[in-house]
Each structure stands twice: as C-alpha cells, then as structure tokens.
C-alpha cells in the first residue's frame, strides 16, 4: 500500500450491496486506515440475493442471510449509512450529492450493482430487493396461476418454487430456445425438459403484449395472437446495470461502467466493481460484466487492492450457479467467449458442457444435474479454466476420463 494512502484520505463507496460491503472490509483488511462511508439506498445491511429466487418463492418464511453484522462493520470503522440515496457526484470537487447532503471523498468506489430490465408492462412484478420478494412470496402463497416472463436464471427459479408450491406456472420467452445468453443449446433443452416433467409449460419465440385486469384477476396478450388468464406475472428479463450517476458525471459508459483490468474508471480517483461495472475479461481480452455473487466478492477484493496502490489484476474465472427444483445448474468462465463445445454425457443422463476458445483452451463448462456431481465436475473445470488448459476434446467428452487427470 503507498504511503499517501495510509490516511487521513477518505474513501467513499456508492451501494452497499454485497459487492460494496465486501470492499469497505477488504480495505481494512489491507491496512488502510482513512475513513470508509458506505452509503446504500436499500435499508437493510447487505444480504445474499440468490436466495430470493430460490428458498423464498417456496419458504413461508424466508429470512435474509447477511454476510456481515453491523457490529463487525462498526468494529471495522466503516461507516454505514442505510436509506441515503446517491443522486450525483461533483468530480470536481470531490463530492457525492446524496439525500442526506453532499458528502466529500478523496477515492470513489462505484459498487451500485444493477436492477431489473423493466417491460413497460402494467400488473408486472420483477425480484431484486427482499421486499419484492416479500411481495412475490404473499403473491405465490394465494395460489392460481402464474406467468413468468423470461427465462433467463431467475425466471426459471421462480417458475420452480412457485411450482412446488402448487401454482400453476406458464413461462414464456422471447428467445426461440430458452434459458438464453449464457447457457449453451444443449443445456438450454435440459432446462426445458426438466421444467416440462414438473408440469411447467414453456413457450419460447412468445413475447406478451399486454397485461390488464379482467374478472378478478389478469389477462395476458401474448404475441402468438393468444390470451392467457392468470393471476400473478412475474419478469425476470435481464438486469440492467445502474450506471446513471456514472455517465452523469461524463464517466465512460457503455453496458456498465467501463474499467480496467484493475478496476478504475475513465477518472483516476473513481473506481467501480460489482454488477455495474464492465471490466476486461483476462483470457479472452472482451469486455464483459458478470452478474454473480462470487465474482462480485472476488472483484471488491481486486478493487480494495488497487484502490490501495496494489497492482492485482482480476483474473479470477468467473462461477455461477442455480437451482431448479431438485437440480444444480452451475457455470464456471464465460461461455459466450467459446468457438467451439464438446459435450460430455454422464451415465444418469445428465451433462457438461465444455467450450473452447479458437487455440483449444478450455473458456467455459456448463453443467445441469445433481448438485454434487455438478458441484465436483465444475470446481475442476474452474482450475482447468485457470490454468489456461488445452484438454484433448475426446478426453472431455469421455465420462470414462477422470476431468482431474486433465489438468
Ligand atoms: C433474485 C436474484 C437471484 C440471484 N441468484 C444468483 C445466483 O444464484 N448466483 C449468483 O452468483 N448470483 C445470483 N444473483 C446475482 C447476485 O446477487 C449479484 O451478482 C450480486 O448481488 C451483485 O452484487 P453488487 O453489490 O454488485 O450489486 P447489488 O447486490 O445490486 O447491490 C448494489 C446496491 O447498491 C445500491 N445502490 C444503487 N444505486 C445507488 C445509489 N445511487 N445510491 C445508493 N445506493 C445505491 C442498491 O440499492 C443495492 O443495494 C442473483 C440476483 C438476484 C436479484
């Protein structure tokens, strides 16, 4: 760490997500001793979202797993304060414009996270905070049928609890095949099947067109010509990156606050990480913003680092994971940086999805099955990934062929 940053410099971060929270700690953790303010809109301390979409539709009561007491913010000296909304900053002079007034820093952490893809749809309900899953949760437990719009990660999730909590659930998505982007075909159909067996009925290449209350309940148009009578719509179309107070302030923006390998800004006193920013990925050189819990701990880690005059560039390989009904859907690296994919076909049926980069290095591997197997399979698919290795493709595809002994 420089000298010049052993204090009294001030050290301000925006969002007191997961991601934000993890930084003001690791700063400590680094020995920097200036004052740390962690200003969050929501008012609760930082908690876990996955569970949202998980335990929640399906638990009568869900409660919140937070990652850190204040007592141990407090011990740290990071000065939390919850239900202040960040509403510009003045680069100039070195200040955030809050709810609660300006507040001046010397360094600016941006960990503002993202928010949901809105529809411009009456009667829709989207997840990202506890309260909107307190709200979906009441809504699951009177019953009738649901509409899950998209399915990405979340919206299958959703469909799954509501499901094993006896709704009647219909997903429609806009994608000719679902779940889209980061999940691979061959698994995309595994998903589907798997949701179809519990009675979900997904229809893809279906958009809806509007949502109006009809007898008591709701009428969805969908874009087949068709009409559905449903009692709940849920949409989980996509995040969007909060990156407004970022291009207000005429920082580099494109899907997410744009930064380099160590995390900083276009302004050499503003740094961003987490769900917002948009950070060169180190294997394959594209831009891209990971929206996982895990990466959003490894990045506050790489950002506390830099922001003390480390030089740590973020390499970790970036993991995510959901569940579906009895079923782990995991992900370690980057799919949409592969070229070419070898499956791997387990004796119970299940599969691993493996992409490739134009010189063999494995990118990616995607996995839905039991969750041990699927948790073993990916964590030495992760150190392969590492490790930059170049597997034989036959190998990879041969269950006989122990993944470890390709390392
Ligand atoms: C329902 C759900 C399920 C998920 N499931 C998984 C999963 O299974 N696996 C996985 O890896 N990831 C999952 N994720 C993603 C994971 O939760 C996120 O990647 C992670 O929360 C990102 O952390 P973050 O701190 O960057 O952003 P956030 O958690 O979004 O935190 C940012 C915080 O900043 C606050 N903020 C924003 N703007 C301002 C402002 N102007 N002023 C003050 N405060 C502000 C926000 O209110 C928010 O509290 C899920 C997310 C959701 C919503």
Request: net charge negative; aromatic share 2%.
């Amino acid at each position: 760490m420089s000298e010049s940053m052993r204090g009294p410099e001030r050290i301000v971060v925006v969002g007191a997500g997961e991601c934000g929270t993890r930084a003001a700690m690791a700063l400590r953790e680094r020995g920097f001793t200036g004052a740390i303010t962690l200003l969050g809109r929501e008012d609760v301390i930082a908690y876990e979202r996955p569970p949202l979409s998980k335990a929640a539709p399906a638990a009568d009561d869900a409660e919140l797993v937070h990652p850190w007491t204040a007592e141990a913010l407090a011990e740290a000296g990071v000065a939390l304060r919850l239900g202040v909304d960040v509403t510009g900053m003045d680069r100039e002079a070195r200040t955030v414009e809050t709810t609660d007034g300006p507040v001046p820093y010397d360094r600016l952490l941006l960990a503002t996270g993202a928010g949901p893809r809105r529809l411009g749809l009456d009667h829709v309900h989207y997840l990202r905070t506890h309260s909107d899953a307190a709200t979906l949760r009441d809504l699951v437990s009177r019953g009738g049928r649901l509409l899950v719009i998209g399915a990405g990660f979340i919206g299958p999730e959703i469909a799954a609890g509501a499901r094993e909590r006896g709704m009647e659930v219909v997903v429609v998505e806009a994608a000719e095949r679902a779940p889209a982007r980061m999940v691979p075909p061959v698994v995309a159909e595994q998903v589907v099947a798997l949701h179809a067996a519990h009675g979900v009925e997904v229809r893809t290449g279906t958009t809806v067109t509007a949502v109006e209350r009809h007898e008591g309940g709701l009428l969805a148009s969908l874009s087949t010509g068709e009409s559905l009578d449903v009692d709940t719509v849920v949409a989980g179309v996509g995040a969007a990156p909060h990156t407004e107070i970022a291009a207000a302030a005429g920082l580099l923006v494109e899907d997410g606050i744009v930064v380099d390998e160590q995390l900083r800004t276009s302004d050499p006193r503003v740094w961003a990480a987490g769900d917002c920013a948009a950070f060169p990925d180190a294997r394959s050189g594209h831009r891209v913003r990971v929206e996982s819990r895990r990466s959003a701990h490894d990045r506050a880690v790489t950002v506390a680092a830099s922001m003390t005059g480390g030089q740590e560039p973020h390499v970790a390989v970036p993991r995510f994971w959901s569940d579906q009904y009895d079923q782990m859907l995991q992900t370690a690296g980057l799919p949409t940086t592969a070229v070419d994919e070898v499956v791997r076909r387990r004796e119970d049926g299940s599969l691993i999805h493996f992409g490739l980069d134009g010189d063999g290095r494995l990118v990616a591997a995607t996995s839905l099955g039991r969750g041990p197997v699927v948790a073993k399979d990916i964590r030495v698919a992760e150190q392969l990934i590492a490790t930059h290795a170049t597997p034989d493709p036959a190998a990879l595809a041969d269950p006989g062929v122990a993944l470890r002994s390709l390392r």
